[in-house]
C-alpha cells in the first residue's frame, strides 16, 4: 500500500525558516517524481515544486522561487522541502503528492500545516 | 498561468442525483486534465486523468469529458460518500494549476 506521511510543520515568525519532511513506503520511491502541493486555510490547491526522479531536476512556483528548496533522498525513501524567508501568505498545509507517468498526482499525504505569524 | 474556473463554486445536492461540475480553462489544454476529489482534513484523491479516463478503483458512476477549454465531471448518482469538494487541474503548461473547486454538500 503506497503511504505518504509529512511531518515537520508548525508555528514559525514571519521570516523563519522550517524543514517538512515526506516519508514515502509502498512503492519504488527512486523510480518517481514527486511534489509538494498547499492548501492555505479555506482556500483551494497550489502546487509549489517537484523533483525529478535522481534530484537534479527541480521546478518551483514563482511565488517561492529563491525561499523554498525541495531535495530527496532515495536512499531514505523521503522528500524534503526547506522554506525559508516564510511569510504570512504561506500559511497553509502542505502535501507531498506522487506524480505518475501522466504527471498527474495519482497519491498524496495526509498534510503538515505550516502557521506563520507576523 | 492558466487559469481554471469552476461552475458552480457550491451545489447542493440529494442522495441518488445526477451532478455536473464544469471546468473552464482560460487556454486550450487539449485533454491535459484532472479531477480529484477531497473531504475534510484529509489529502485529495485522483479521480479522473486525461479528461476521461477512470482512475484504477474509482466507482464507474464518475465520469469526464471535454477537450480544449470546457470539461464536465458527472457524478451519474450521488452516494453519501461523494459529499465532498472537487477540483479540476491542468497538466498541459508550465506551473499546473487547479481550479478553485467546488463543494458538493447534502441538500
Known amino acids: 500500500e503506497v503511504q505518504l506521511v509529512e511531518s515537520g510543520g508548525g508555528l514559525v515568525q514571519s521570516g523563519g525558516s522550517l524543514r517538512l519532511s515526506c516519508a514515502a513506503s509502498?512503492?519504488?520511491?527512486?523510480?518517481?517524481?514527486m511534489s509538494w502541493v498547499r492548501q492555505a486555510p479555506g482556500k483551494g490547491l497550489e502546487w509549489v515544486a517537484d523533483?525529478?526522479?535522481?534530484?537534479?531536476?527541480?521546478n518551483y512556483v514563482d511565488s517561492v522561487k529563491g525561499r523554498f528548496t525541495i531535495s530527496r533522498d532515495n536512499a531514505k525513501n523521503s522528500l524534503y522541502l526547506q522554506v525559508n524567508s516564510l511569510r504570512a501568505e504561506d500559511t497553509a498545509v502542505y502535501y507531498c503528492?506522487?506524480?505518475?507517468?501522466?504527471?498527474?498526482?495519482?497519491?498524496w499525504g495526509q498534510g503538515t500545516l505550516v502557521t506563520v505569524s507576523s | 498561468d492558466i487559469q481554471l474556473t469552476q461552475s458552480p463554486s457550491f451545489l447542493s445536492a440529494s442522495v441518488g442525483d445526477r451532478v455536473t461540475i464544469t471546468c473552464r480553462a482560460s487556454?486550450?489544454?487539449?485533454?491535459?486534465l484532472a479531477w480529484y476529489q477531497q473531504k475534510e482534513e484529509k489529502g485529495p484523491k485522483l479521480l479522473i486523468y486525461a479528461a476521461s479516463t477512470l482512475q484504477s478503483g474509482v466507482p464507474s458512476r464518475f465520469s469526464g469529458s471535454g477537450s480544449g477549454t470546457e470539461f464536465t465531471l458527472t457524478i451519474s448518482s450521488l452516494q453519501p460518500e461523494d459529499f465532498a469538494t472537487y477540483y479540476c487541474q491542468q497538466l498541459n503548461d508550465f506551473p499546473v494549476t487547479f481550479g478553485q473547486g467546488t463543494k458538493v454538500e447534502i441538500k
Open positions: 503528492a506522487r506524480e505518475n507517468r501522466a504527471g498527474n498526482f495519482d497519491y
Open positions: 509502498g512503492f519504488t520511491f527512486s523510480s518517481y517524481w
Open positions: 487556454q486550450g489544454i487539449s485533454s491535459y
Open positions: 523533483i525529478n526522479e535522481d534530484g537534479r531536476e527541480r
